[in-house]
């Protein structure tokens, strides 16, 4: 081989080492921006929120692809606020069903339904605490706010059924249809039609726990109830300070709340509902509550018993007499609290009561009263979620108990939701079924 083929195949070799050399470079640059540049993204794909639209990374893609954000709009809801918050959290888990946010509902501060002039609608943001629900639920349910909408007239209606013919099954199949195309590419997914109580339920009562535990309510009225149960825990102590016998001094004040149904128009409600169920465990006398609540077992005297009853709708001005000794009954007047309640509208009212209810060391209700069962699902999960293994007895932390359906001895029956109910008719609806 002659000396100028020598020289051309050792500068062929030092070129391919330089390319070589030169591809390695760029696959070090290449790895090194990944790494900086791409730091989020821990698996195949990430999300970034942008204003309006959730852009969806995926690596296997070249280029990101906008999403826009989809709601759900609902009717108004109205009745009673255990009604409203029922027909709430269905709305809400009508929404995840459809893979959607739900807008900002109305609620109704008002009793009226019939008239819409009378309904006097309220945002959900004064009742409940609305950065807090979302915080509490992410991940779950959302809720958003009309002004997050980019473009509200890009609106398709979703008119439910009504009837006997309108079945739990075509309910359904209504809802799936509109969870997919054409229908799933509108901004809004407006259901007209009845009150989101009165629609079909599909959920489990669990998912419905879900929803109520992240519902708190504002600081104005949350502040009142405080006021509420400071006065009764105050009544309480200064009978205890009376009684020698008492327990200590130190120790927390113990009281009794007892949701009193006995006003004209549940009296006339529970006697048809009795008819038509067939049940005679619904209706309770004035006499029988206070019979049962005297006896209830392991019950410490004295102790303040504070009726939650509706005074304006009652009749009855001797709820305070006759009951048992040792028992000391209060309702809003005697405790003193009557002109914070009257100032405020009739859902404040309930909400109010509700909580002061919650809070009781020992609960009495009645099993057809969506009120109070609500109260009952709240208190069952409360000792769930503290780790309470044991839920019925006079031993339990937060006993509840259902005056309506008699115990052991005449007492009232101890009371815990079934939280593996597959609905929530039990609580909506009533049962003379309870877990206990």
């Known amino acids: ?76 809801i109205v009745w009673g606020l255990n009604n ?21 509902p109305k609620l109704s501060a008002s009793l009226f339904y019939k008239d819409v002039e009378l309904l006097k609608p309220i945002s959900f943001d004064k009742v409940f605490q609305f950065e807090r629900f979302n915080s509490v ?28 013919r309108w079945t739990l099954e075509k309910d359904l199949e209504q809802l799936n249809q509109f969870s997919k ?12 039609g009845k009150n989101p109580f009165l629609w079909h339920d599909h959920w ?20 009142e109830a405080d006021r509420v149960v400071s006065k009764i825990r105050e009544i309480g102590m200064e009978d ?10 130190s120790e927390p004040v113990p009281f009794v709340a007892v949701h009193m149904r006995i006003e004209k128009d549940w009296m006339i409600h529970c006697k048809k509902l009795e008819q038509r169920l067939n049940i005679s465990e619904i209706c309770s006398s004035k006499e029988e509550i206070m019979a049962r609540v005297g006896n209830i077992d392991g019950l410490k005297t004295p102790v303040v018993v504070y009726l939650a009853v509706a005074d304006t709708l009652l009749e009855d001005n001797t709820v305070l007499n006759g009951w048992k000794d040792g028992l000391q009954p209060y309702e809003k007047k005697k405790l003193g609290v009557f002109d914070l309640y009257k100032k405020q509208p009739y859902l404040f009212q309930s909400a109010i009561d509700y909580e002061v ?23 069952t999960q409360k000792m769930i979620k503290s780790g309470e293994t044991k839920l019925c007895g006079s031993d339990v932390r937060w006993p509840s108990y259902a005056y309506n359906i008699r115990g052991a001895g005449n007492s009232p029956h101890p009371w815990v939701t079934n939280m593996s109910d597959t609905s929530l008719t039990a609580i909506s609806y009533g049962s003379n079924h309870i877990s206990c």
């Open 1 to 76: 081989m002659d000396l100028s083929n020598c020289k051309q195949l050792r500068l062929f070799g030092v070129h391919l080492n330089f390319l070589a050399a030169k591809c390695l470079l760029l696959v070090v640059i290449a790895l090194f921006l990944g790494t900086v540049l791409l730091p989020t993204f821990s698996g195949l794909s990430g999300v970034i929120q942008q204003n309006k639209f959730v852009l969806v990374h995926n690596r296997s893609f070249s280029s990101n692809q906008p999403v826009k954000q989809k709601f759900l709009e609902v009717p108004q």
């Open 84 to 104: 409203q918050k029922i027909a709430f959290a269905r709305a809400c888990l009508t929404a995840r069903m459809l893979n959607r946010t739900l807008l900002m």
């Open 137 to 164: 639920c992410k991940g779950f349910v959302q809720l958003s706010r009309y002004s997050d909408v980019s473009n509200q007239s890009d609106v398709i209606e979703l008119q439910k059924g009504s009837g006997r």
């Open 181 to 192: 195309h054409p229908y799933d590419a509108h901004e809004i997914v407006r259901i007209v």
């Open 204 to 223: 489990p009562t669990k998912d419905y726990a879900k929803v109520f535990e992240c519902l708190a309510l504002v600081e104005e009225i949350s502040t």
């Open 240 to 249: 205890r300070s009376k009684n020698p016998m008492s327990s200590s001094l």
């Open 357 to 379: 209810c919650l809070r009781s060391d020992i609960f009495v209700g009645n099993s057809f009263s969506t009120f109070s069962s609500l109260i009952v699902l709240d208190r």
